[in-house]
C-alpha cells in the first residue's frame, strides 16, 4: 500500500511540473520608444490658421470683422514660424547655436501678435483670451510632465 502511495505522490508530482509555466517578460525585453520614435507615433494634429480663428470666435464670441481680422493675424503668424521653422531645424542639429538670437526673435514676434490681438479684441475678450493661454500652456507643462512618467 506503501509503494501505490508512493507511486501515485511520483506521478502526482511529475505531471505538475512538467506543465508550462507562464514566461515572465523581462523590464531589458519590454520595448519603450526612444526620441525619433516618439516624434513619429504621436504625430499632432497641426492647427490651421482658419480653425483658430473659429476657435477663438467661439469662445470669445467676435463678431464677423473680428474673426477675419484674428483669421489674418494668425495666417502672418504662421508664415513667419514656417520662415524660422529652417533656422529651428539646424539648432536641433547642432550647426547653429545662436540661441538667444533665436529667442529673442520669436519673443519680438510673440509680443507684436500680443499687441496687434489687444487691438482687435475689446479689453473683456483681451482678458479672457490671455486667461485661456496660460490655461493651454499649464496644461501643456502637465501633459509634457504625464508623457515622461509614462516612458
Known amino acids: 500500500m506503501k509503494k501505490i502511495v508512493m507511486g501515485l505522490l511520483l506521478l502526482a508530482a511529475i505531471g505538475s511540473y512538467a506543465q508550462e509555466k507562464p514566461v515572465k517578460q523581462s523590464v531589458k525585453s519590454v520595448e ?3 526620441g525619433d520614435k516618439i516624434k513619429n507615433e504621436k504625430k499632432l494634429h497641426k492647427v490651421t490658421p482658419d480653425e483658430q480663428a473659429k476657435q477663438i470666435a467661439k469662445e470669445l464670441n467676435l463678431n464677423d470683422i473680428q474673426q477675419a481680422k484674428v483669421k489674418v493675424l494668425y495666417e502672418e503668424q504662421e508664415k513667419n514660424r514656417a520662415a524660422l521653422a529652417p533656422e529651428l531645424k539646424k539648432m536641433e542639429k547642432g550647426e547653429q547655436h545662436d540661441h538667444a538670437a533665436m529667442e529673442k526673435k520669436m519673443k519680438e514676434e510673440n ?41
Open 32 to 34: 519603450r520608444p526612444i
Open 111 to 151: 509680443t507684436a501678435f500680443d499687441t496687434k490681438m489687444k487691438n482687435i479684441l475689446s479689453k473683456e475678450q483681451y482678458v479672457k483670451w490671455q486667461e485661456s493661454l496660460k490655461k493651454n500652456h499649464s496644461n501643456m507643462g502637465l501633459k509634457k510632465i504625464e508623457t515622461i512618467k509614462k516612458s
